[in-house]
């Protein structure tokens, strides 16, 4: 079953949007397999945006990515990689749709609310890089029949 790494960011932290968050993911029939509220470092922070290392905004994204608490997580389901990233809504929350996250809750694009894995290789390097194997939660949920 795919996998991927979603992240509520400093700014859906302080927003008080964890919850709305997790409903979201839940609702749609994701499995949430693991969780931590955590704060980034700057080294951990510049490896998991080290593409973006030449990017002119690179500075200040591992300033706002280390400024406060993150709930990081993983969510198991079919296509859930994908279906996440449309759930969240596009980058610059100014175009996302109402209706995704970014769409219903976001102004600015260098805080947008949450992060998710853009690929099968993000969300491998993206769970290894936050998680350890023991981290992870496999279960079945008894509803999984019905979605
Ligand atoms: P993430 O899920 O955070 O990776 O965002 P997404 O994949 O939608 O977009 P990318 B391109 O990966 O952006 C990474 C972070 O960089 C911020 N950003 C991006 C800017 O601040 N200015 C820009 O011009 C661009 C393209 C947005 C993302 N994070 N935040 N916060
Ligand atoms: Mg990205």
Do not use: C
């Not at 998991?48 to 706002?64: A, I, M, S």
């Not at 296509?79 to 996250?101: C, F, H, M, Q, W």
């Not at 099968?120 to 890089?129: P, Q, Y």
């Amino acid at each position: 079953m795919e996998r991927t790494y979603l992240m509520i960011k400093p700014d859906g932290v302080q927003r008080g949007l964890i919850g709305e968050i997790i409903s979201r993911f839940e609702a749609k029939g994701f499995t949430l397999v693991a969780g931590k509220f955590t704060q980034l470092t700057r080294e951990l922070a510049e490896t998991h945006y080290g593409e973006h290392k030449e990017r002119p905004f690179f500075g200040e994204l591992v300033d706002f990515i280390t400024s406060g608490p993150v709930f990081a997580m993983v969510w198991e389901g079919e296509n859930v990689i994908k279906s996440s990233r449309t759930l969240i809504g596009v980058t610059n929350p100014i175009e996302a749709a109402p209706g995704t996250i970014r769409g219903d809750y976001g102004v600015h694009v260098g805080m947008n609310i949450i992060h998710g894995s853009d690929s099968e290789e993000s969300a491998k390097r993206e769970i290894d890089l936050f998680f350890t194997s023991n981290e992870l939660v496999t279960y079945e949920k008894t509803l999984k029949q019905w979605i």
